[in-house]
């Protein structure tokens, strides 16, 4: 017999990632065996107990994940009735899977799409530091891009530093620039940049841990394996 946690078993099955799946059974829309328990680290047989969600009975799926690349005006969501477009148009409708995190509707870039709660977890997680580099294109003073490395107080907290570097300058005080971050709060990268007073004119997720979008079209996506990602 082999038990596991009731919030990874559910992320596994592609209904929520672990930290989504405790809000769920703390809600009490999870039964095992026909008990509703609301309790946290209540842990599961799959092959014996049966476990629903919404009572409907929650089966173990087969892991996928994809590498896509979102175009810009595109809501990093599956659903969303304010949208005009989200990631789940991209997909076959058979396909059950979310994002992980989140990247703006006007940034572009890779994004992980999966039914893997555990992997997700890991890679929006700031303690697992997973790095996510963006190539952003900036209007400003070169000085201050480079303060982009120090840490600035967002939400009440200071973030982590950030790599910076400059790849190319571009006419004028354009600069194509890379940035790498080991956290990924909401609009990072153009709350700082708003601080600093500098333009951001495009902005590229270019790699998640060691998988890179390399030559991956706009608006397409290809199956991945977790050790792409991570190790």
């Known amino acids: 017999m082999t038990r596991e946690r009731l919030n990874k ?3 596994s099955a592609g209904i929520a990632s672990r930290r989504k799946a405790d809000e769920l059974i703390v809600a009490g829309l999870v039964s ?18 049966t476990v629903k969600f919404r009572n409907k009975v929650v089966q173990p799926e087969s892991e996928v ?3 896509f690349n979102k175009p810009v005006g ?20 058979d396909i059950r899977v979310y994002p992980v995190g989140r990247l703006d509707k006007d940034s572009c870039g890779l994004i992980l ?14 303690r697992y530091e997973h790095e996510k580099e963006y190539e952003v294109v900036l209007k400003g003073n070169e000085q201050k891009i480079q303060q982009f490395a120090k840490p600035v107080k967002l939400d009440g ?9 400059i790849i190319e300058k571009l006419t004028g005080s354009r600069y194509v620039v890379s940035l790498t971050l080991k956290e990924g709060r909401k609009r990072q990268i153009r709350r700082i ?18 998988l890179r979008l390399r030559d991956l079209a706009s608006g397409q996506y290809l199956p991945v394996n977790t050790s792409d990602i991570i190790a």
């Open 9 to 11: 078993f559910l992320a």
């Open 32 to 49: 095992i065996n026909g008990k509703v328990g609301k309790e946290l680290g209540t842990t599961v047989d799959p092959a014996a107990d």
């Open 65 to 67: 994940i994809y590498a």
């Open 74 to 93: 595109v809501t990093s969501t599956v659903s969303d009735e304010h949208a005009e477009k989200t990631i789940a148009d991209f997909f076959p409708k």
């Open 113 to 126: 799409v999966t039914n893997n709660g555990d992997l997700a977890n890991k890679l929006t997680h700031p």
């Open 157 to 165: 907290s200071l973030t982590q530093p950030i790599k910076v570097k």
């Open 193 to 210: 940049a708003e601080l600093l007073h500098l333009q951001i004119q495009e902005l590229k997720r270019v790699r998640i841990g060691h």
